[in-house]
């Protein structure tokens, strides 16, 4: 169905559409709305609540899912396995923070392409990502912050990872690399 609106006419004129004419119309246009607007791709993220159910300290996320973290939100110690194709991301990086206090690697990311971008990650303990991938599957971060203890370990054969206006500090190592890849790009943000 395509868009009716209520016909009002000019002010004071008594013209356009009665009253059971404007809310059949309007009820009609709200039916539809809500019945597309069901998401089930796109997930909003208040508290950790909204997402699936941690088993044995991780939380797999749906693949070609799109999770928006709208308020600061504490991990503890469950980290984050990615599916095919998931986003994982925030409202912005300085306004929202993710916060990990778990040793493994916070993010996983394992034979497929994701992203993280718009966020803050605080994880003190652990290294932020762990990027393993045998095809040629893509990493994009960007507009990431983070503070914690190493960015990560990335392995790729024929992959690319893309890093945009990435920008914090690790208390212990940086990043490591192996394998052999198709392009990997590495730019902080300005201070």
């Given at each position: 169905m395509a868009f009716d609106p209520v016909?009002?006419?000019?002010?004071d004129a008594q013209q356009g559409d009665n009253l059971f004419n404007s809310f059949t119309k309007i009820n009609a246009n709200l039916t539809e709305l809500f019945s597309v607007a069901t998401l089930t791709r796109r997930v909003i993220v208040n508290t950790i609540a909204d997402l699936p159910a941690a088993v044995g300290g991780v939380i797999t996320?749906?693949?070609?899912?799109?999770y928006v973290q709208a308020d600061d939100v504490d991990f503890s110690t469950s980290r984050l396995v990615f599916g095919a194709n998931t986003v994982y991301s925030g409202l912005d990086s300085l306004v929202v923070t993710a916060s990990?206090?778990?040793?493994?690697?916070?993010?996983?990311?394992?034979?497929?392409?994701?992203?993280?971008k718009n966020i803050k990650f605080v994880h003190p303990n652990s290294p932020l990502y762990s990027f393993t991938d045998s095809?040629?599957?893509?990493?994009r971060i960007v507009d990431v912050a983070y503070a914690g203890a190493s960015i990560g370990t990335f392995?790729?054969?024929g992959s690319s990872v893309r890093f945009t206006n990435f920008?914090?500090?690790?208390?212990?190592?940086?990043?490591l690399l192996a394998g052999n890849w198709k392009a990997f790009l590495f730019q902080p943000a300005l201070s």
């Open positions: 016909i009002i006419g000019v002010a996320l749906a693949a070609n899912t799109l990990y206090t778990g040793t493994l690697p916070f993010l996983t990311f394992t034979n497929i392409s994701g992203s993280t095809g040629t599957n893509v990493l392995g790729g054969n920008s914090g500090s690790t208390t212990s190592n940086g990043l």
